[in-house]
């Protein structure tokens, strides 16, 4: 019998798709544990840590930016730190650049409107905690809904990620502007992930596609071979 590793999952005030998070990841092996934001330590015995989507303090000022401030980013970052899998999921992905642990930032869309429709993004990289499950080339289709997901970084920081090969998935046709086409990108250490499709809105093919499950089947997998590393 597989373990079934704990994968917490952070409630901001705002979080819209946490328990659509929850649910996806316990339909790929995981034991999903809600965290409040007020808590200021992760669950005991978590492999891994999921930051939603949603509209964290009803993104005033920016998007995260009030969030990343919250106690539990002070332990997701503790985490991080230690080589924890951390994924963060649209709103999360902007929580995790306002916070510094991603590179660039999630400015408004090219469009100055909001996107919602399923779109098609390429597999950089199927090296990593988050897509091992993938082959290199593959493409997803994976559902987007945001009005700031346009990512940006400016000329050096974008030369450094391109030579670390930090960009883990990119859009097929240009989606909302963001430089490079890029949808999601790691730190320089490769164990914390943003991106702004939505994984857990896609691991049924009833609901049109089932490849979101990839990534979180593959961050399963990350959380589970560090659970037994501890072991």
């Not at 373990?3 to 328990?19: E, H, L, T, Y």
């Not at 493409?139 to 940006?152: A, D, R, S």
């Not at 596609?209 to 089947?217: N, T």
Request: charged content about 20%; some cysteine; overall charge negative.
């Amino acid at each position: 019998m597989r373990v079934s590793p704990k994968v917490a999952v952070i409630v901001f005030p705002g979080s819209q798709d946490d328990r659509d998070a929850a649910w996806a990841l316990g339909s790929v092996g995981a034991a999903p544990a809600f965290l409040w934001h007020a808590e200021h330590e992760l669950p005991r015995g978590t492999g891994a840590v999921v930051l939603p989507g949603g509209f964290s303090y009803g993104d005033y000022l920016r998007c995260g930016a009030l969030a990343r401030f919250s106690p539990a980013m002070e332990a997701v970052a503790r985490f991080a730190a230690e080589g924890g899998p951390v994924l963060g999921i649209c709103n999360g992905f902007q929580i995790l650049c306002e916070a510094g642990l991603l590179p660039g930032v999630l400015r408004p869309n090219r469009q100055l409107e909001f996107v919602c429709r399923d779109v098609s993004v390429r597999v950089e990289r199927a090296d990593t905690l988050f897509t091992s499950r993938c082959e290199a080339g593959q493409e997803l289709v994976i559902p987007v809904k945001h009005g700031e997901g346009c990512w940006f970084a400016p000329p050096e920081l974008r030369a450094e990620i391109e030579a670390r090969d930090q960009v883990v998935l990119r859009y097929t046709e240009d989606v909302n502007g963001s430089l490079d086409l890029v949808a999601g990108v790691l730190n320089a250490e490769g164990n914390v992930l943003g991106l702004m499709p939505h994984p857990e809105h896609a691991v049924d093919s009833l609901l049109g596609s089932a490849d979101g499950a990839l990534i979180l089947a593959s961050l399963v997998d990350a959380a589970r071979e560090r659970l037994f590393a501890a072991a």
